[in-house]
């Protein structure tokens, strides 16, 4: 979005009274906040996700440790990228920083990581996580490579054991019955010498 010399101009009281009126402003914009990406004009593209917050609470993880929740987190927007991702490269989008909000106002409650997910898969269900649970029908989804890889080998193994035992034997050569001369033998025997 753009905004003319003008309109920049005309909104700087708007910025000094929002300093002066963080609260009145913030409740504002949440009134009006409209969310953008590829999935805007979808219905419940974004969920507010809140739960209570624990008796004095603190800040349950450092930023480091949110960033890596939020990797976790699938942005709601319709990209296929997590929260963090979403929010520090697609800055037109607004969902990721809504969700991102979210998160924050769970650290500080208190609230552990897997509180936090739990929250955000009661939201929005499963497709809110990158990597579905390892439980139920999620189990086939991590184990079917490893029996495709193996189921595989096996049968690779077996192809060529079915390859061997079908070529035909080789006969071994005796050098007493060979049909070359002296000469040529000690050419050849020449030759072999040279080359290494």
Known sequence: MSI?????????PALL??????????A??????????PMADA??????????????????????????LEHQIHCQCGCNLDVYTCRTT???C???PAMHADVMGLVAGG??????LNAFRAAYGEKVLMAPLRSGFNLVGYTMPFIA???GAVIVAALIKRWKSRAPPVAPVDPHHLDATAGELAELDAAVRRDE
């Open 4 to 12: 003319s010399r003008r309109q920049f101009v005309l909104g700087i």
């Open 17 to 26: 009274g929002a300093a002066a009126f963080p609260r009145k402003i913030r």
């Open 28 to 37: 504002a914009q949440v009134a009006v906040q409209t969310f953008n990406g």
């Open 43 to 68: 219905n419940d593209v974004y969920r507010p996700v809140t739960l209570p917050t624990k008796p004095g609470a603190r800040a349950s993880m450092t930023d480091a440790q949110r960033d890596d």
């Open 90 to 92: 697609d800055f037109s």
């Open 94 to 96: 607004s969902v990721s």
């Open 111 to 116: 609230h552990s990581a897997q509180e936090i």
């Open 149 to 151: 890889l193996g189921t």
